[in-house]
């Protein structure tokens, strides 16, 4: 079956840079759809962005749009999510998923999930 394993993460100071990755395997990846949610202590996990199979169409969460990038490398099974310009607001669990078919913001829809890695933005 698929399995999702996250690496990077840690701690950052404000305005620094992180980059996560989601290792998949267990089948095909380029069946797949990415995407990336976080979860705030005492909150629900909510959408932080998607990628397409091919990785030639992206969409990102308002509040990060511009400052993260999703990327893919199928020959290599990895997902990664590049942050910049982190703020305290950032902190999170951050978690990856796949999915077949369309891209999509609803995490509903994401069947597949990693193990989920801590992000903390502090100075």
């Known amino acids: 079956q698929v399995q999702l394993v996250q690496s990077g993460g840690g701690l950052v100071q404000p305005g620094g840079s992180l980059r996560l990755s989601c290792t998949f395997s267990?089948?095909?990846?380029?069946?797949?759809?990415m995407g990336w949610f976080r979860q705030a202590p005492g909150k629900e996990r909510v959408f932080v962005g998607t990628i397409n199979y091919s990785g030639s169409f992206t969409h990102y969460a308002d509040d990060v749009s511009g400052r993260f990038t999703i990327s893919r490398d199928n020959a290599k099974k990895i997902g990664y999510l590049q942050m910049n310009s982190l703020k305290p607001e950032d902190t999170a669990v951050y978690y990856c998923?796949?999915?077949?078919?369309?891209?999509?913001?609803?995490?509903?829809?994401?069947?597949?999930w990693g193990q989920g890695t801590q992000v903390t933005v502090s100075s």
């Open positions: 998923a796949a999915k077949p078919g369309g891209v999509s913001s609803t995490l509903e829809f994401y069947d597949n």
């Open positions: 267990g089948g095909t990846f380029s069946d797949y759809v």
